[in-house]
């Protein structure tokens, strides 16, 4: 019996697979290194931390929208509203009763909540939890809408959940939010949870659930038809995808430091869809490719805000210029590309070494054709 | 017994009657034939059947196993009615785009998997099991509809009449008791449409399976169904053996009439 299994695995064990494990596991021990490194204040300032951070939790974001609206084939746009559930319930969870008294001086915090206090990573997935719970109520009368209408019942939550947290002052301290939250999040824990989350929607897909969503988006006729149950998977679909972005949000809470209502309007799920979008709809790699692009390009091209000068010509500071450019660039993906950089295909070694051979072997067969003549 | 009886069906949409008071049954190991011209509610009734459409009057029984009654499945869900046993092909070929042929297949075998999500995502024994003899089950019926070497390729990619093929594979994944097809032969050359002919034939011989089927090719349909309805306008004009219904001078007029014309 275990020597029949031992031959199934080494039956698939072909040299390419051999020495594609070998370069994951080479690219992984890399970033463990730089991690570990990065970590002691060898190779980044506390800045470039910061925004790999962001980097690596914006690609959380995306990937849990991709789950729903990549793979599932759902148009939801309630990311902001799961992440603002997350950063909420984990910084009341996390932070210390004394730093929360402090903190609702308007109106004394719910005795309650006041008392309690976890530790991180316990607060974070209670976050996600709840926020899987709040993508379950919701997703009740939502998900028997179709295309847009869910879109447009999935922003309205996202909203409803802004102005409840606005309104409920002895819980969240209303529009002054939280501040003061310890920054825990480091490297560590912004990767591991991104690698995670990657391992764990790549095995997904995998498996028969993950073809099931995959049936539904490409046909929801035929899938229903077939015995796939549409409400209850796209529910566990939807379900995921708010835990993961639940996790998100508590992870930008401590990366931030300080958390209000405001941070999570619409705009912040128009800047994940951007990420889905670039990357490639239903394209694990894509999705975290542009969530490190569209991140760090968004904080290096801060100057545009402060204005430039084209030559003679001079461009005054306009606040927001920043998203113009992005916005254009959706555009452009959208019009010109529309699978996204990615084209709806995931990374593989070969693929890159093709890619990266290609001069080379080019080179070659310039000089073989010389020979020839 | 019976595998499905239907009470006058009805469906309506708008001022417009596509179905009117039709009862179909099929009985064990039956190739039951539909026939009438485009438009006389064909897949309507189909649609009824599988809970795609909500009849506006009539009922839709199915035997249940090892029960003497038979169970109402009148406007319940697509996917319970394909869990209980109806599996479909489509009339405009529905295959999952950016999935291979072998994926196509898999999918329909979803229905009868019994692991739940999480034991799925970390291959717990009993799904790496499941996972395994589904795999099996559908290369064996690829091998069946004699597409096995394209398993790996975008079911898009393949040529019309396999594509069909490539349906029914899917639709015997889900393990049915009754398979519907839906004008299978369209778009198939002389060739193929003699071995879909003998292919659908075996079938019910070999896998238990009784069969309701829609179809425009008259070769088909005369040989091998037990029985035929025609229908016209959403009427049923006439039901009976092949030779019966082919001799119906309201048959003549309505449907083979216009063949010949
Ligand atoms: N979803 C629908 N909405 C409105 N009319 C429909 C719909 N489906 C079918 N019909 C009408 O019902 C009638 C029967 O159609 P159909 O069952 O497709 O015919 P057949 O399969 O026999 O060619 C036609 O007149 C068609 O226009
Ligand atoms: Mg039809």
Request: positive net charge; glycine residues 10%; proline residues 3%.
């Amino acid at each position: 019996m275990a020597e029949k299994k031992f031959t199934g695995v080494a039956a698939r064990m072909t040299p390419r697979r051999g020495r594609d494990l070998t370069l994951s596991c080479a690219a992984i021990a890399a970033i463990l290194l730089f991690t570990h490194f990065a970590m002691q204040g060898f190779i980044l300032d506390a800045y470039l931390v910061r925004i790999l951070n962001m980097c690596a939790t914006y690609a959380i974001l995306g990937l849990s929208m991709n789950l729903v609206n990549g793979f599932t084939g759902l148009f939801s746009l309630g990311q902001a509203g799961f992440m603002a559930v997350g950063a909420y319930v984990t910084t009341i969870l996390f932070l210390s009763p004394e730093a929360k008294g402090a903190l609702f001086y308007l109106k004394p915090m719910e005795p309650f909540l006041q008392a309690i206090q976890l530790p991180f990573w316990l607060s974070l997935l209670v976050a996600g939890l709840v926020s899987a719970l709040a993508a379950f109520l919701i997703g009740f009368p939502c998900l028997r809408l179709r295309g847009d209408y869910l879109a447009i019942a999935t922003l309205g939550f996202s909203e409803i959940i802004r102005v409840l947290f606005t309104n409920m002052q002895t819980v969240t301290n209303g529009a002054v939010g939280l501040k003061g939250i310890p920054p825990v999040v480091n490297l560590w824990w912004s990767f591991g949870i991104m690698a995670l989350v990657i391992v764990f929607i790549r095995r997904l897909m995998r498996t028969s659930y993950g073809r099931a969503f995959k049936a539904i988006r490409d046909d929801e006729v035929a899938a229903e038809s077939m015995g796939i149950s549409l409400f209850k998977h796209k529910m566990m679909s939807f379900v995921l995808s708010g835990f993961i972005a639940g996790l998100g949000g508590g992870l930008i809470a401590s990366i931030v430091g300080s958390i209000n209502p405001l941070q999570f309007r619409f705009i912040l799920s128009y800047d994940i869809l951007m990420i889905v979008v670039l990357g490639g709809m239903g394209s694990v790699s894509g999705t975290v490719v542009a969530a490190f692009l569209i991140t760090a390009a968004k904080e290096w091209l801060r100057w545009l805000d402060n204005g430039f000068s084209l030559g003679l010509f001079r461009v005054p500071a306009i606040a927001g210029m920043r998203m113009v450019v992005f916005s254009v660039l959706l555009m452009l993906v959208i019009l010109f590309y529309r699978q996204g950089l990615s084209g709806g295909k995931e990374f593989s070694w070969q693929a890159l070494i093709d890619f990266l051979g290609k001069p080379a072997r080019r080179d070659l067969k310039r000089e073989e054709g010389g020979k020839k003549t | 017994m019976s595998i499905l009886r239907c009470e006058n069906l009805v469906m309506r949409f708008g001022g417009v009657t596509a179905v009117d008071d039709f009862s179909p049954h099929v009985d064990p190991g039956e190739i039951v034939a539909v026939i009438g011209p485009n438009g006389a509610g064909k897949t309507t009734a189909f649609n009824m059947i599988t809970g795609v459409y909500k009849p506006a009057s009539g009922r839709v029984f199915l035997e249940q196993d090892g029960q003497v009654t038979m169970r109402d499945i009148t406007g319940m869900r697509p996917d319970r009615v394909a869990a209980l046993g109806i599996a479909r092909t489509f009339q405009n070929i529905r295959l999952f785009k950016s999935q291979t042929v072998l994926e196509n297949v898999l999918i329909a075998c979803h229905v009868r998997v019994r692991s739940g999500l999480f034991g799925a995502e970390i291959s717990w024994p009993r799904y790496y099991l499941e996972e395994r003899a589904m795999r099996e089950r559908a290369m064996a019926l690829l091998e069946r509809v004699g597409l096995q070497d394209a398993a790996g390729e975008m079911a898009t990619s393949l040529p019309y009449g396999k594509q069909r093929r490539l349906e029914i594979a899917r639709a015997l994944a889900t393990q049915p008791k009754l398979l519907l097809l839906d004008e299978p032969a369209a778009g198939m050359n002389p060739k193929e449409t003699e071995d879909l002919t003998r292919f659908v034939y075996d079938l019910r011989g070999q896998m238990n399976l009784a069969v309701l089927m829609i179809e425009h090719h008259m070769q088909i349909v005369m040989d091998i169904s037990d029985r035929i309805y025609v229908l016209d306008y959403g009427r049923t004009i006439a039901q009976g053996t092949a030779a019966a219904v082919q001799a119906n001078p309201a048959v003549i007029e309505a449907y083979l009439g216009v063949e010949e014309a």
